[in-house]
């Protein structure tokens, strides 16, 4: 169990996420959303599809099981602004010193109410500049994803 514990760390990475509110949701404390409808507009094609796949997976996860019933009350608009994975090896070989091979991930989220009116915009970001063997950038997208999910609860259910 030590040794499941200390692999999971090992190629986790140190991995950090912060969120930039850009909108504030206009209707909080007025409305209460039953039911939620994630979805991903494209505009950066850099991003390869197992990671946006996998980046929706675990959106929906995280959010999707808060809200009671499926439907487009509150509609979440998200887009990959920034995505760079950045080099594992390089942060393996120098750990991650002066940010070398440092990656880096930004997805702006909007929020829509049922007339397809904006109620609200944020910008999460993430970064991965060290780890043991370099670690994963998916610690990063799951940091992102954790960020968007965390704001929507707060600020949508």
Do not use: H, W
């Not at 002066?98 to 609200?120: H, I, M, P, S, T």
Request: glycine fraction near 12%; charged fraction near 20%; aromatic fraction near 10%.
């Amino acid at each position: 169990m030590i040794i499941v514990g200390i692999l999971a760390i090992s190629f986790s990475g140190c991995s950090s996420s912060s969120t930039t509110v850009l909108q504030p949701n206009s209707k909080l404390g007025q409305i209460k959303y039953a039911n939620c409808n994630i979805q991903e507009v494209i505009i950066a094609n850099n991003v390869p599809v197992e990671q946006r796949e996998y980046f929706k997976a675990k959106l929906d996860q995280l959010i999707l099981k808060n809200f009671p019933n499926k439907g487009n009350d509150l509609s979440i608009k998200y887009s990959f602004i920034t995505y760079n994975e950045g080099s594992q090896f390089t942060r393996y070989m120098l750990g991650g010193l002066g940010g070398a091979g440092k990656g880096e991930l930004v997805v702006k989220a909007e929020f829509y109410d049922l007339q397809n009116q904006k109620v609200g915009e944020i910008q999460s970001k993430g970064e991965i500049g060290a780890g043991f063997f370099g670690g994963s950038f998916k610690g990063t997208l799951d940091k992102v994803a954790e960020e968007i999910s965390n704001y929507t609860i707060q600020n949508y259910l």
